[in-house]
């Protein structure tokens, strides 16, 4: 898949390259925030690259309640993640068994801060502080939302939500 060109022709740059390549064309910048957004709005996550061994047959109430309604999936993480790595692979591969159009389906790419925190878009709004973290929307309103340390994989997790 082809990335759409980054507005400073490159990837998602770190604060402190951000910082200093601002600096140097036009000095200090009090807040990186909007240009890191910007750039990262351009991004997808390779991690929501669905899983080919996921087996949907297995699964078929999560894949039902996830096909049922016109669900808005907000994905945050990070490719760097390893629990990005390890549960968004299966949770991508459950939204494509249950035939969620990818229109549906929004990536969030985060980086993490020096001190933890996390920086991408729409972090702050949504109080994003953990990675991975799925919202699920209907209608622009949240209706389940699934934070990385859950007992049970994402879109178990998320159908039982969804389900109540």
Not at 3 to 20: E, L, M
Not at 88 to 104: H, M, N
Not at 133 to 149: I, K, M, P, Y
Request: hydrophobic share 40%; aromatic share 8%.
């Amino acid at each position: 898949m082809k990335r759409p060109p980054f507005p400073f022709g490159g990837g998602i740059k770190s604060n402190a390259t951000v910082r200093a390549a601002s600096a140097a064309a036009s000095g200090p910048v009090k807040s990186v925030r909007p240009v890191v957004r910007r750039m990262a709005e351009a991004e997808t996550l390779e991690t929501m690259q669905p899983n080919p061994a996921w087996d949907a047959a297995s699964y078929p109430d999560v894949v039902e309640t996830l096909a049922d309604g016109d669900y808005t999936f907000k994905v945050w993480g990070g490719d760097w993640c390893g629990d990005c790595r390890s549960q968004l692979p299966d949770f991508a591969a459950a939204l494509d068994a249950a035939d969620v159009p990818a229109e549906r389906i929004e990536h969030y790419p985060v980086e993490k801060a020096d001190d933890g925190s996390k920086i991408g878009p729409f972090v702050e709004e949504y109080g994003i502080e953990l990675i991975p973290t799925v919202v699920v929307e209907l209608d622009g309103e949240e209706v389940a939302r699934f934070v990385e340390n859950e007992d049970v994989p994402i879109a178990v997790y998320l159908a039982e939500q969804l389900s109540n």
